[in-house]
């Protein structure tokens, strides 16, 4: 059995993104979501999510988006309910600890666990502006 290594560089996060994001988009409760709600095209979204996720674990500062302008996009076109956040913990977490073990691997669950508790909060009663800001 190979012995799993913990979360080191940019390679491991594209390996787990890639991989998250291919069982999420396949799976049976959240999979609409990407592929029918929000139409991600995978090749475009994927590298804005390397981005993200390194700059959580890292601190790159290379992450420039506006995340919750996109999941209010989202939510109101579909809601996103409790049952679907607690599904993206659980496939994103399998999906690191299938692959790796330490103390960033247990931080990228960490952020993720904050993301699923929060995003709720601030989805209730959001409105967008009618143009976005510049």
Known sequence: MKQKRDIENRDDIVYMVSTFYRKATQDPLIGFFFTDVAAIDLEEHLPVMYNFWENLLFQTGNY?????????????????????????FELFSQT???????????????????????????????????TWPR
């Open 96 to 130: 690191i600890d299938a692959s790796f073990a330490g103390p960033r691997a247990e931080e990228a669950k960490r952020r993720a666990r904050t993301v699923i508790q929060t995003m709720p909060l601030k989805l209730q009663g959001a409105s967008l502006p009618l």
């Open 64 to 88: 420039h988006g506006g995340m919750m302008y996109k999941h209010i996009l989202l939510h109101q076109q579909e809601p996103l309910r409790s049952q679907h956040f607690a599904r993206w």
